[in-house]
Every structure is written in structure tokens, then in C-alpha cells.
């Protein structure tokens, strides 16, 4: 069977994966969060979601996405960690110096569209200008959201990627 995989593309991924496998011992960890805490959070790769926390594999259930939005995912990907996998804390954090903080949504679709000829109106980024607002917004979408599970425990905080410090929000 061929195989269309990029491998050459892919090859510094796969070479560290080996080294990363050859040493791999398995923690026999489950897929259930044992802090019950899940974390909404940038995918800036300055952001190291454990570590920020005090935590490790397994203790945290970790979401991703651009700005750190409560989108539809989001809940649903919440719904489930209630639910099935032991998350009955949920914090929303956002970060400083953070792109999708820094521009409106006309602006980076404008850039997009000037710099790589790419028409992404159809996209919604969900930039923010107030991080405050956006997370008081999102904080409280998932604090209404009817089908989690009851008794869970939500809040914000905006973490910055210059310290290293949570700066919690009263929400």
C-alpha cells in the first residue's frame, strides 16, 4: 500500500517522535481529567497550559484555538468533558500580546487578503479589541450554556506571556 504521507515535510516531526518513543514509558494514565479542571486557552505556542498551572499529563483536559474563544466546539468538547471525563472546573484564559487582540476582524481579513490574495470573509476570527469583555462574554457563555453538567465551576483569567502570571478576573 502507498503511502501519501508527507514524510519529507514531516521528517524533523517524525525523527524526534522516534527519540521521543524510544524512551516513551507508558503512565497508564486515562483520558479522565483527574484535577477535573479544563482549560480554554490560546494556541500561541507561548502559552504552556500544564506548566502554567502547576499541573501535568493527565490532570487537565486542554482546548485550543485562536484568541481563546468559547466557540461552538468549545461547548460542545465541554458538554463531553462534564459529562464523561471528570472536568468539573473550567477556566478561560486569554493572553497578552495576543494577535487576535491586536486588529479588527476587517483588519486581518484585509490583511489576508492583501498579503496572500486570499478572500477569508466567510471565516469569522472572533478578534477582540476589550480581552475583558471578550472574556467576561465567553465566561459567561459557558456559565449559561444549558447542557453541561450541573455543579460546574467556571472563571477567567488573562495570563501574560511576558511573566508568566494568571491574572484572574472577577467575572
Given at each position: 500500500m502507498s503511502s501519501n504521507f508527507p514524510r519529507e515535510v514531516f521528517s524533523d516531526v517524525l525523527k524526534s517522535n522516534d527519540s521521543f518513543a524510544s524512551e516513551f514509558s507508558d503512565n497508564h494514565l486515562t483520558g479522565y481529567a483527574a484535577k477535573g479542571l479544563a482549560?480554554?486557552?490560546c494556541m500561541d505556542s507561548r502559552i504552556s497550559p500544564l506548566s502554567m498551572v502547576g499541573m501535568g499529563p493527565g490532570?487537565?483536559?486542554i482546548?485550543?484555538?485562536a484568541g481563546a474563544r468559547v466557540t461552538d466546539d468549545v461547548l460542545r468538547t465541554l458538554v463531553l468533558a462534564t459529562f464523561l471525563l471528570g472536568v468539573n472546573r473550567v477556566l478561560v484564559v486569554p493572553h497578552t500580546d495576543c494577535r487576535m487582540?491586536?486588529?479588527?476582524e476587517a483588519e486581518i481579513h484585509e490583511?489576508?487578503?492583501?498579503?496572500?490574495?486570499?478572500?477569508?470573509r466567510?471565516?469569522?476570527?472572533?478578534?477582540?479589541?476589550?480581552?475583558?469583555?471578550?472574556?467576561?462574554?465567553?465566561?459567561m457563555r459557558i456559565r449559561t450554556?444549558?447542557?453541561?453538567?450541573?455543579?460546574?465551576?467556571?472563571g477567567g483569567a488573562i495570563y501574560d506571556v511576558h511573566t508568566g502570571l494568571l491574572m484572574p478576573q472577577d467575572i
Open positions: 482549560i480554554i486557552t490532570d487537565v483536559k482546548l485550543r484555538n487582540a491586536s486588529a479588527t490583511l489576508i487578503s492583501s498579503e496572500h490574495g486570499v478572500d477569508t466567510s471565516v469569522e476570527f472572533r478578534t477582540v479589541r476589550d480581552q475583558v469583555a471578550a472574556l467576561e462574554t465567553d465566561v450554556y444549558p447542557l453541561l453538567a450541573q455543579g460546574v465551576t467556571v
